[in-house]
């Protein structure tokens, strides 16, 4: 079973950035290759959030509110997926998770936290 582990997370203020990074291990990475990478946010009391995802042939997807401000990336040969966050706004406050998924599985980081305040 893939492990996710994420990285990256802190305070920031307004219109800060930060990038955070999800570094998978326990898979080679000819099948890393293979999953849909994606980055999820969870604020309290809110439910978890589809931020951006990037599939295995390389299309992307974004959450509207985020659309222009934040690029998913990822490495296939290091099996990590990134996730550049600029114009950060407190409304991005959240626990940040890291997704891993095919058509046999779908695994979760432990997620990283961002705090957006002055």
């Known amino acids: 079973q893939v492990q996710l582990v994420e990285s990256g997370g802190g305070l920031v203020q307004p219109g800060g950035s930060l990038r955070l990074s999800c570094a998978a291990s326990?898979?080679?990475?000819?099948?890393?290759?293979?999953?849909?990478m994606a980055w999820y946010r969870q604020a309290p009391g809110q439910q978890r959030e589809l931020v951006a995802q990037?599939?295995?042939?390389?299309?992307?997807t974004y959450e509207d509110a985020v659309k222009g401000r934040f690029t998913i990336s990822r490495d296939n040969i290091q099996r990590t997926v990134s996730l550049q966050m600029n114009s950060l706004e407190p409304e991005d406050t959240a626990a940040y998770f890291c997704?891993?998924?095919?058509?046999?599985?779908?695994?979760w980081g432990k997620g990283t936290l961002v705090t957006v305040s002055a």
């Open positions: 990037i599939t295995s042939d390389g299309s992307i």
């Open positions: 997704n891993a998924r095919s058509s046999s599985m779908n695994s």
């Open positions: 326990r898979i080679m990475s000819s099948i890393f290759r293979l999953y849909h």
